[in-house]
C-alpha cells in the first residue's frame, strides 16, 4: 500500500515542477552551457578577485624585461613596457564584464518598455519607433558609437553609452514583437475584462510571458557588447590607457607580433574563450527556456 | 417588473475590413432584469460573442461600436471614460470565456490570477488573498488552499474554468456575461459548471448573459433566450415558450436539428442546408430568407423587424411558424431545404 502510494504521487510531484524548475533541468543536461557557466563564474571570480589583489600593479612599468615571454615569474609575460599581461588581462576582464553587463541592463532598461508600449498600443506609437528602429538599424554600428565618443569623450561610461545607442534595437523589437502577438492572446482579453490597468497587463501579464525569449536576447547580446568594446579599444577609440582592455592589449601586441606572439595571444585567447562561453550559454538557455521541448 | 439592470438599444459594430464593412453586430436590443439569466444562442458567426464583447466595450480591432446605447446603472457605457469603463469591467460587469487554457496567464499562479481582479479594484493583498481562497471554495475546488499556489497547466480544464468563474466572481459582479464556458469542456464536466453557474444565479442573485450555440445549455440555465442570426436578434422570448413554440423558421431549425436520444436509429441527423451569410454582403430582405423553407416572395425584398407574436415573444419574420404550420405543413416536412415548405424557389439555379 506504501508503495502503491509513492508511485501515484511521484507524477504529481513531476508536475509541480514550474515553468522556470524545467528549463533549470534542461539547461543542466546540456554540458556545454554547463561548462561555459562554468567558465563565466570563474572569470567574474578573476575579475572579483583583481579588484584586491594582483600579480603585480597593472600599470607598473618594468616589471620584467618588455616583450619578454611567459615565465615563472609572469605567467603570460611581460608587453612592451614591462608590465605584467597577466595583472592588465585579470583589470581587463573587469572592464568587459563592465562593459557587456552594463550594456544589457541599459538596452533591457529601454528596450523591455519602449517594446511593450509599441506593440501594446500600436498606432502612431508604433509607427514612430519602428522608424526610429529602422534609421538606427540604418546607420553603420561604427559611425554611431564614433561620433558618440567624440561628442562624450572616451570615458568607460560613454563607451557604454555608446554601444547602447547601437544595439538597443535588437532587444526592442523583440519585446515588440513577442507584445503584439500576445497582447491578441485569451487571457490578456480575459485581464482586460477583469479590468486590469494597462500598466499592470504590460508588466504583469505581457512582461513574464516574454522572458525566455528576453533573457536568450540578452546573453547573447554581453559577448556582441565586449567584442565591440574590444573593437573600439582596438582602434584606440574605447578604454584609454593605461587601464588595460582586451582589444587594446591585442592592439598593442600587433606591433611586436613576431617577437613576442604572447602579447596578441593571451588577450585573444580571453576574449574568445569569454565570447564562446556566452554564445553557448545562450544557446543552452534558448533551448532550456523553449516551451515546445519537452524533454 | 423591476427596472432593467442592462438596457441594450440598438447596438452595432462593425469590423473594417480590407474586403469592405462587416457589420457583426447590428441594431440589437435587449433587457437584462437583475438576477435573471438570459441566453443568447446563433451559429458562429451571428454575432453573439461580438455583442457580448461591445456591451464592456472590448471588441477586438478593427472592430468599431458604431452606434446604440448600452446602459448600465443610468450611464451610458458607451459613454464612458477608458479609466470609467475600466473600473465597471470585472467589478460590476465581469465575463468568463470559452476556452479557461488560454484564458488562464500560463507563467502566474492560479490563485495569483484570482487575487489580481480584486487587487484592480482597491482590495489590499491580505483581502484578497482571503477572499480567493474563499472563492475557490464556493466553486468548488477541492483543497483551495493548495491549488491557489499550482500554474494552470497543473489543473484540469473543468478545473481552470473553475477558477475562471472565481476570477469572475471576486469583487461580486451584478453581471455575470459567460461566453461559451462550456463548449471547450468535457460533457460531465460541462453539466457541473452549469449547475455551478445555476447555483450561484440563484444564491448570489447575479444576473448572468450565456453565450452559447448550444440550445440544450440554454434550457438548462436560462429563463429567456435571444436568438441572433448574422448580427440581428431574429426572436426573443421566454425559454420554455421558446422551445415550446419557436416561431421564426431559424429558431424552429435550429430546435429540430438537436439530436434526440429517442429518435429512430435510422434517423437522420437533420442540419440547417445552407452556410450563414457572408456578412461583407448581407443577402437582401430577410437574411435567413436563402435558408429557409418557408421563405415568401416578400423575404426577399423587406427586411422584418421583430414584432410580438405571442405574450412576451418577438420575432422578425413575414411568414411565422404558426402560418407555416398550418398553410405549409412544417411539421410534416421531412426535407427542409430552402424553400422546400413553400415551394418558393425565386432566382435560384434550378429555375
Known amino acids: 500500500m506504501a508503495t502503491a502510494a509513492a508511485v501515484v504521487k511521484r507524477p504529481a510531484t513531476l508536475q509541480q515542477a514550474s515553468l522556470w524548475s524545467d528549463a533549470w533541468r534542461r539547461l543542466r543536461r546540456n554540458r556545454m552551457a554547463l561548462i561555459s557557466a562554468v567558465y563565466l563564474v570563474l572569470l567574474v571570480v578573476v575579475a572579483l578577485v583583481a579588484l584586491v589583489h594582483t600579480p603585480y600593479s597593472y600599470r607598473e612599468v618594468g616589471v620584467a624585461r618588455p616583450y619578454s615571454g611567459p615565465s615563472s615569474a609572469n605567467w603570460f609575460g611581460a608587453d612592451i613596457l614591462g608590465r605584467d599581461v597577466l595583472s592588465r588581462l585579470m583589470v581587463g576582464a573587469q572592464i568587459s564584464l563592465i562593459v557587456g553587463v552594463g550594456t544589457q541592463v541599459l538596452v533591457l532598461a529601454v528596450g523591455v518598455p519602449i517594446g511593450l508600449i509599441a506593440g501594446y498600443y500600436k498606432g502612431w506609437i508604433d509607427t514612430v519607433v519602428s522608424f526610429i528602429i529602422n534609421v538606427f538599424y540604418g546607420i553603420p554600428d561604427l559611425l554611431v558609437a564614433m561620433i558618440l565618443l567624440l561628442l562624450l569623450g572616451p570615458s568607460l561610461n560613454n563607451i557604454i553609452i555608446a554601444i547602447v545607442a547601437t544595439r538597443w534595437m535588437d532587444m526592442t523589437r523583440l519585446v515588440r514583437g513577442q507584445t503584439l502577438a500576445l497582447r491578441e492572446r485569451e487571457f490578456i482579453e480575459a485581464a482586460r475584462a477583469s479590468g486590469a490597468k494597462p500598466l499592470k497587463i504590460l508588466f504583469g501579464h505581457i512582461l513574464p510571458n516574454s522572458l525566455g525569449p528576453i533573457i536568450v536576447q540578452a546573453t547573447f547580446g554581453v559577448p556582441a557588447a565586449i567584442l565591440f568594446e574590444a573593437f573600439l579599444s582596438f582602434l584606440g577609440i574605447g578604454v584609454q590607457p593605461p587601464t588595460p582592455s582586451w582589444g587594446s592589449m591585442a592592439a598593442d601586441g600587433l606591433a611586436a607580433i613576431r617577437i613576442a606572439p604572447h602579447m596578441v595571444i593571451a588577450p585573444s585567447i580571453a576574449l574568445s574563450l569569454t565570447l564562446m562561453a556566452f554564445n553557448f550559454l545562450g544557446d543552452g538557455l534558448r533551448d532550456a527556456l523553449d516551451p515546445r521541448q519537452k524533454r | ?351
Open chain 2, 1 to 351: 417588473m423591476a427596472t432593467p439592470i442592462l438596457q441594450v438599444r440598438d447596438l452595432r459594430t462593425q469590423f473594417l475590413t480590407d474586403g469592405g464593412i462587416v457589420t457583426a453586430v447590428d441594431g440589437v436590443s435587449f433587457d437584462l432584469y437583475p438576477g435573471e439569466s438570459i441566453g443568447i444562442v446563433g451559429e458562429s458567426g451571428s454575432g453573439k460573442s461580438i455583442t457580448a464583447l461591445s456591451i464592456l466595450r472590448l471588441v477586438p480591432d478593427p472592430g468599431r461600436i458604431v452606434s446604440g446605447r448600452v446602459m448600465f446603472r443610468d450611464q451610458d457605457l458607451l459613454q464612458l471614460t477608458g479609466e470609467e469603463i475600466r473600473e465597471i469591467r470585472g467589478r460590476d460587469i465581469a465575463m468568463i470565456f470559452q476556452d479557461p487554457q488560454s484564458s488562464l496567464n500560463p507563467v502566474l499562479r492560479t490563485g495569483f490570477q484570482v487575487d489580481e481582479a480584486m487587487l484592480a479594484h482597491g482590495k489590499s493583498k491580505g483581502e484578497a488573498r482571503a477572499r480567493t481562497i474563499e472563492l475557490l471554495k464556493k466553486v468548488r475546488i477541492p483543497a483551495a488552499e493548495n491549488r491557489y499556489k499550482d500554474f494552470p497547466h497543473q489543473l484540469s480544464g473543468g478545473m481552470r474554468q473553475r477558477a475562471m468563474v472565481a476570477m469572475g466572481l471576486a469583487n461580486a459582479p451584478s453581471i455575470l456575461i459567460a461566453d461559451e464556458p462550456t463548449t471547450a469542456l468535457d460533457v460531465t464536466v460541462q453539466a457541473q459548471i452549469l449547475e455551478l453557474l445555476a447555483d450561484l444565479n440563484r444564491e448570489l442573485g447575479t444576473a448572468i448573459v450565456m453565450i452559447t450555440h448550444n440550445m440544450g445549455v440554454v434550457a438548462g440555465l436560462c429563463s429567456r433566450v435571444l436568438v441572433m442570426y448574422a448580427g440581428e436578434i431574429v426572436e426573443q422570448g421566454p425559454v420554455e415558450q421558446i422551445f415550446e413554440n419557436p416561431q421564426h423558421p431559424y429558431t424552429w431549425s435550429l430546435l429540430r436539428s438537436i439530436p434526440r436520444v429517442d429518435a429512430l436509429r435510422h434517423e437522420r441527423l437533420r442540419s440547417i442546408e445552407g452556410l450563414a451569410p457572408d456578412l461583407l454582403r448581407p443577402p437582401s430582405g430577410c437574411r435567413f430568407h436563402p435558408r429557409c423553407p418557408f421563405r415568401i416572395e416578400k423575404c426577399y425584398t423587406d427586411e422584418p423587424r421583430l414584432q410580438e407574436v405571442a405574450p412576451d415573444q418577438l420575432a422578425a419574420c413575414w411568414v411565422t411558424m404558426e402560418r407555416a404550420r398550418k398553410e405549409m405543413g412544417a411539421d410534416e416536412l421531412v426535407d427542409i431545404r430552402p424553400g422546400a415548405g413553400s415551394g418558393v424557389h425565386k432566382g435560384e439555379l434550378s429555375d
